[in-house]
């Protein structure tokens, strides 16, 4: 069932609440969970203090991710339809509208229920002037209590049922062709950058569309993991699955020797995979990437320089971390 309510966007959280407990807590008591956007009334210290003294366990949905509260978005178009449909030209008119859309909305036949909100609700669609005549609901009217009781049971298990038939048909198709991708606490990741998430750093198209690598701090669920993200950045650091991919670096620059001029490869944990030179007796060259780079700026090597420095930057994180000298710093040593 859905309650619409005309809301200003000065309205702090405070006069939110307040229109809440008026007119949803007055109908429904108090939920257990709410589910909402990263609004800054939502995210604000008397929201979720409110909340948490209830017991309402609060959920937010993911920036620029409306697939998150589906429901929702649904439901908004859903009244922007019915809105169009009542109002015509007076525009002025639209908040008087809503308690009438509101009432057609609940009455009207849901397919993924098969039943108006009504109807799951209260067991029967409430009379209109049109239902003056003789009803075909006069029957569950009579009803005594006991068959009443039993007939709101079975609507409610038939009304699940079909909610489950529809989820699965809506996941079947949307996961057609989708390859699911699990990332664990400590993984480096790439950030696709949406427009409307990060709009200063997409004004043009010759912008770069990624940023990265940051790393997975925590797995929130199976579709959102909260990122490592700067502070600069100013968005939520929680992402979808389907803007993250996995980052890949050479764990070969890492150098595992305490002094620079002792001998020995990176046998830390255990000797790596040797290369392909290695297998053919050939010499592997220990030099600084960066330091092989010459003549003209080509495409393949300013991809091979971008690599080089992101590899770098890693190689500098795990040093401050698990107490690793990378390679690039013992040739700096060794250069002085």
């Known amino acids: 069932m859905a309650h619409f309510n005309a809301c200003k966007k000065t309205d702090d959280a405070k006069h939110v609440a307040g229109l ?3 007119e949803i807590v007055r109908l429904h008591g108090i939920p257990k969970t709410i589910v909402s956007d990263r609004d800054v009334k939502f995210l604000s ?6 909340w948490g003294k209830l017991g309402t366990k609060l959920l937010f949905s993911t920036s620029s991710h409306p697939q998150t509260d589906g429901q929702t978005e649904v439901t908004n ?6 809105l169009r449909a009542i109002i015509k030209q ?3 008119s639209w908040e008087e509208c809503l308690p009438i859309a509101e009432f057609a909305y609940n009455r009207t036949l849901h397919t993924s229920t098969n039943f108006s909100p009504f109807e799951v609700v209260y067991g029967f669609n409430p009379l209109t002037p049109l239902d003056l005549s003789p009803l075909p609901i006069k029957e569950q009217l009579n009803l005594d209590g006991a068959k009443k009781a039993e007939f709101v049971k079975k609507l409610h298990e038939q009304v699940r049922c079909n909610i489950e038939k529809k989820t699965e048909q809506y996941a079947k198709h949307a996961n057609k062709g989708r390859k699911q991708v699990v ?3 400590g993984d480096w990741v790439w950030v696709h950058m949406r427009k409307e998430r990060f709009p200063s750093s997409r004004r043009t198209k010759l912008h770069p569309r990624g940023d990265g690598p940051f790393q997975v701090i925590a797995r929130v669920n199976d579709n959102a993991y909260k990122l490592d993200l700067p502070g600069d950045y100013g968005v939520s650091a929680t992402f979808n699955v389907s803007d993250l991919s996995l980052f890949e670096f050479d764990t070969g620059l890492l150098d595992s020797r305490t002094n620079p001029s002792e001998e020995g490869g990176n046998d830390g944990n255990g000797r790596s995979s040797p290369t392909k030179k ?3 007796g050939g010499n592997v060259s220990t030099m600084d990437p960066l330091k092989e780079m010459h003549g003209p700026m080509t495409r393949a ?5 971008q690599g080089a420095l992101t590899n770098l930057i890693i190689s500098a994180h795990l040093e401050q971390t698990q107490d690793l000298k990378p390679n690039w710093m013992n040739h700096l040593v060794l250069l002085g």
């Open 20 to 22: 809440f407990f008026k």
């Open 45 to 50: 210290y008397f929201w979720k203090t409110l």
């Open 77 to 82: 178009r859903t009244l922007g339809v019915l």
């Open 90 to 92: 007076n525009l002025k």
């Open 183 to 185: 990332f664990e606490p």
């Open 278 to 280: 290695e297998k053919l």
């Open 301 to 305: 090597r300013r991809r091979k320089m």
